[in-house]
């Protein structure tokens, strides 16, 4: 729309822009078939948008074939974008998107997200629609470009911070361009700028615990001024020690650490030990028969290198409100590594039977000790790996320890989500568990 048009529709919805709601509408049309060729939108792929306005980005992502999920605050502006685009391929949603459920993105191929993000709550929409991992492939934000400028700081600079790092452990961010103030209305008293973020490998630097990353990266930056050691001492008494074998300046501040520094860092405080997975002594495992039967005992990579039978169990936990939790395997697996499965897996070893294995799998994976009840068993087949599995169900209120050496991330999602899910991504599944939820589905705690 023209600045005139823009005006005009305003008046007509009776929509006076309100600040509080970072109400400023492009009209810009060039700028906007700008921002929407960047995240190549085709006929695959699902857009979720936040603060559609009057549909500036709405209407080029319908334009390109995309399904899209729009979410408004303002109820005036959900009913005109109704009446303007009668689509099937676009979905309104009138509420706030801090409270949007990002899970039912999971049962969508392809998602990209577009966002002129409202300044005033910016860095936590940021967080929350960053957050790993994520059924999200692509981000274009809009966004003061004050901020724009954090999120792609190098180290020594004064836009480097706790947000820089937060965001680019598990991301690329790339600053496109400026968009000066005049291309809206009403006019905003700073520039933006559009970031475009894509999710890094995540084998592409070292595993470091988040939660750990971002209680020290945060308690590193609460005052720039200070030196690091000073603020972080509590979290590592022998800073001294630590900073001379890492290789860093024992009088250094929050802003002189590169990335890969702070991951050093984090690991040295609270290290992932993936030698547990790498370096352990191999197990042997039992070799049965077609009819599960015992016939001796081989090292693991016997059992999977000649497709011997065996055995295995998998637990599906379910929290009070129905929802089940699913595990991302750890990246060191040496089968289907950063694989969605089931709350916990494993093999049973030699000289256990099925029972004690699903025990000892959730202690080991998950920290937790509970009633576990045998629901199914799946004969061996070459879908589930050659493995007889006992499958188990259970029921957790309380928090879930996560081993950051068998476990990258871990969510609780509806049945339903994860049916959707499995039809749209099922390259996203180890096979074990994509056998075990078709009888899994059925069980309620």
């Known amino acids: 729309m023209k ?15 309100v600040k509080s709601l970072g109400q400023n509408f492009l009209h810009d049309r060039n700028l906007a078939k700008w921002i929407v060729d960047q995240a190549n939108i085709g006929s695959k792929d699902f857009v979720i948008e936040i603060g559609p306005g009057l549909g500036a980005l709405t209407e080029l992502a319908l334009a390109n074939a995309a399904g899209v999920l729009a979410i408004e605050k303002d109820k005036r502006l959900t009913e005109y974008l109704r009446d303007r685009f009668r ?6 949603v009138h509420g706030d998107a801090m409270e949007f459920d990002a899970r039912m993105l999971y049962t969508k191929p392809t998602v990209k997200f577009l966002g002129n993000l409202p300044y005033y709550i910016s860095s936590q929409l940021l967080m929350k629609f960053l957050e790993y991992p994520s059924p999200i492939s692509l981000w274009l934000f809009m966004l003061q470009k004050e901020l724009a400028k954090r999120l792609v700081a ?95 300046n024992t009088r250094a501040r929050a802003e002189e650490l590169s990335l890969e520094q702070w991951i050093a860092l984090t690991n040295r405080i609270a290290p992932i030990h993936a030698e547990v997975i790498n370096d352990a002594p191999e197990e042997q495992f039992p ?82 000790d509970i009633p576990l009840v045998r629901v199914a068993k799946l004969p061996a087949s070459e879908r589930t790996g050659y493995e007889f599995i006992c499958l188990y169900r259970g029921s957790h209120a309380g928090e879930l320890r996560l081993n950051p050496s068998e476990i990258e991330a871990g969510r609780f999602f509806p049945p339903t989500i994860i049916d959707g899910w499995m039809t749209a991504r099922p390259r996203d599944f180890a096979p074990g568990l994509v056998e075990c939820w078709k009888i899994g589905r059925e069980i309620n705690p």
């Open 87 to 92: 689509s099937s391929a676009l979905e309104i």
């Open 154 to 248: 190098a180290p020594a600079t004064s836009d480097y911070g706790a947000l820089t790092l937060l965001v680019q452990l598990q991301h690329r961010v790339e600053y496109l361009r400026k968009v000066p103030s005049s291309v809206f209305l009403p006019k905003p008293e700073v520039d933006s700028a559009l970031v475009r973020i894509s999710e890094r490998d995540p084998r592409e630097l070292p595993a470091c615990e988040y939660k750990a990353f971002q209680k020290l990266v945060r308690r590193g930056f609460s005052q720039r001024r200070k030196q690091l050691g000073k603020l972080i001492r509590e979290e590592l008494p022998d800073w001294e020690d630590a900073a001379v074998e890492l290789g860093l």
């Open 287 to 368: 070799v049965v028969d077609e009819e599960d039967r015992l016939k001796g005992t081989a090292l693991r990579s016997k059992v999977h290198a000649n497709n011997f039978l065996h055995r295995a169990v998998h637990v599906l936990i379910f929290n009070p409100v129905g929802e089940v939790f699913l595990q991302m395997r750890s990246r060191w697996k040496d089968r289907h590594p950063l694989a969605w499965d089931s709350s916990a897996a494993g093999h049973v070893n030699a000289g256990e039977d099925y029972d004690q294995a699903a025990s000892r799998e959730l202690r080991e994976e998950l920290g937790v």
């Open 3 to 17: 600045l005139s048009e823009i005006a005009a529709t305003l008046r007509a919805v009776g929509v006076s822009p």
